[in-house]
């Protein structure tokens, strides 16, 4: 059985913990208002710009323009967007198994599937796997999320599929629900799949509209935008659903770091108890010795 003075010991290191995650969790919950307010701001801008491509991409056709040509399944790029720290759950354990799963299970049926990991965490984790091809690691780019970091990821992504290296990209993340809830979303990116136009444009499709220079030369400008509007939308996801996770993580922490003071308290006071006990035992039965 601990002695008195290793419970109290353990009372307070358990103590310091709670501050700590406590401190954590406010943070956590800062961040995450930004976070949550970046994301679904982006949303609106990312679904109208994905309405108008359609409507451009139905006139046009899928011939006109590269990044709508499907091809020969032969390699594909998946990026893998996580974290560059943990205390977040399973965040990053859950989007880098998904990944893992992903290249197992090839639904895609592509010869070969390269990675592209966003985070040290998801790298941590896949550099230890057996059978994955690692294309290329970016850390410490997650802390502080613009849109000049998507555009370069785009712009690299972009050339890399125009000079075939790739002939499908896919991304991978946690899109944000709550701060309770986030969920592993696997999307394309190349080639392009218009979105089908919905009732509300349905009357645009029908509008005869003049184009400057061309509608090729629309295409030309919009189809790399609109690769890199998807991956700031999903950065911006995966970063509110790190905060989100991190702060439930947190929370757990916290009120576990309680129960478990509490335990240690009630065992605290049973050993001084019965040390208390026994002293008066001793002292009793040194009485009785004497008479």
């Not at 294309?135 to 802390?143: F, L, R, S």
């Amino acid at each position: 059985m601990p002695s008195l003075k290793d419970i109290k010991k353990r009372i307070s290191s358990v103590k310091n913990t709670q501050q700590i995650t406590k401190a954590m969790k406010m943070v956590a919950a800062a961040k995450l208002r930004r976070a949550q307010d970046a994301a679904v701001q982006a949303r609106p801008y990312a679904e109208k710009l994905s309405s108008v491509l359609g409507n451009l991409a139905s006139r046009e056709g899928t011939e006109g323009h590269d990044l709508l040509v499907q091809r020969e399944k032969r390699r594909a790029l998946l990026i893998v967007l996580t974290a560059d720290r943990g205390l977040c759950g399973g965040f990053n354990a859950n989007v880098s198994k998904g990944a893992e799963r992903f290249v197992r299970e090839n639904p895609e049926g592509f010869s070969d599937i390269d990675l592209m990991i966003v985070g040290r965490k998801g790298n941590d984790y896949l550099k230890r796997r057996e059978g994955l091809s690692i294309a290329k690691v970016y850390e410490n780019i997650t802390g502080s999320i613009n849109y000049s970091t998507a555009s370069l990821l785009g712009q690299e992504v972009v050339d890399l599929y125009n000079e075939e290296k790739y002939d499908g990209v896919f991304v991978i993340y946690n899109a944000f629900q709550s701060a309770m809830t986030q969920i592993v979303t696997t999307e394309q990116i190349l080639p392009i799949k218009p979105s089908i136009p919905t009732e509300e444009s349905a009357g645009d499709a029908k509008i005869d509209y003049i184009y400057e220079p061309s509608r090729g030369g629309v295409l030309e400008l919009i189809l790399p935008k609109f690769i890199e509007v998807q991956i700031f939308s999903s950065l911006l996801e995966s970063v509110a659903s790190e905060h989100g996770a991190r702060m439930s993580a947190m929370d757990s922490a916290s009120r576990n770091a309680k129960d478990m003071i509490g335990k240690l308290t009630l065992q605290y006071n049973r050993a001084r108890q019965a040390a208390i006990t026994k002293e008066l035992m001793e002292i009793i039965s040194g009485s009785e010795s004497i008479k």
